[in-house]
Nanobody, 115 residues
């Protein structure tokens, strides 16, 4: 059973930075796409960023230029560097990937940005 564990969330003032980590209990070398999602209170979960096995990245327009996703296969870890944070970035951040048609999610880490 694969487990994903996120960490690095917290409370930060607008304009600040946070770095999230997601550690997988299984190897991520062959995982084609690993994602970061977030869910704000009362809103649907939204895709924030994706990284492929080849290192190609894609970021939502709302975070482009501020957030950066990366992966370190040797440590089975995916990161989300978040800079210039805004109050609207507040939410629970989850990492996710699909393996053999099954979706794996972490428990999430809370990010709160104060104005």
């Amino acid at each position: 059973q694969v487990q994903l564990v996120e960490s690095g969330g917290g409370l930060v003032q607008a304009g600040g930075s946070l770095s999230l980590s997601c550690v997988s209990s299984g190897s991520i070398v062959s995982i084609n796409a690993i994602n970061w999602y977030r869910q704000a209170p009362g809103k649907q979960r939204e895709l924030v960023a994706t990284i492929t096995s080849g290192g190609i990245t894609n970021h939502a327009d709302s975070v482009k230029g501020r957030f950066a996703i990366s992966r370190e296969n040797a440590k089975n870890t995916v990161y989300l560097q978040m800079n210039s944070l805004k109050p609207e970035d507040t939410g629970v951040y989850y990492c996710h990937y699909r393996l053999y048609y099954r979706d794996y999610w972490g428990q999430g880490t809370q990010v709160t940005v104060s104005s």
